[in-house]
């Protein structure tokens, strides 16, 4: 059985997000997706509220669960048997900010990372930006999952 882990903030969790998560599905057979824990971020769900959406919107793919951490990705890594990471990419700045991590996971664990190019309908899309719109009385539900739209518009609207 092949383990991989995908981590991010997502907060909240994106259409981007999902279909990066679902298409990491059809390629290995465990994948983890994690809820980082920044403790110098403020985020606008708990870590607990952004497990529980996800667990909701990745409810019916098979071999996806959910979990958390703080530290070090390639501790957690190896912690869960995990060959890989999963990142998905946007464009050539999320390329430029994820390439040295990549090498320094592979440097210091032998963790290394798999890239997957983000849907070209979804490339624009961003938690931060879904965020500042709905902040700002703006409907950007076609971007996200139902249950985070609506938790989004609850929370910011």
Not at 64 to 74: E, I, N, Q, W
Not at 88 to 117: C, K, Q, W
């Amino acid at each position: 059985m092949t383990t991989v882990v995908c981590p991010g903030s997502f907060d909240p969790v994106t259409l981007g997000h999902l279909d990066i998560i679902r298409r990491a599905a059809e390629l290995f057979d465990d994948v983890v997706v994690c809820v980082v824990a920044n403790p110098n971020k403020q985020g606008t769900f708990t870590i607990d509220e952004r497990k529980a959406l996800i667990d909701e919107v990745c409810a019916d793919i098979p071999g996806v669960r959910v979990d958390s951490f703080y530290g070090l990705l390639v501790d957690y890594c190896r912690d869960q048997g995990a060959t890989a990471v999963i990142k998905g990419l946007r464009d050539s700045t999320d390329y430029d900010y994820e390439l040295p991590m990549a090498h320094m996971n592979r440097s210091i664990a032998g963790v290394d990372t798999v890239f997957l190019p983000t849907r070209a309908d979804l490339a624009f899309v961003s938690s931060s930006l879904c965020r500042e719109v709905t902040r700002l009385g703006g409907d950007v539900s076609h971007l996200l999952p139902d249950p985070v739209a609506v938790a989004l518009r609850e929370r910011l609207g």
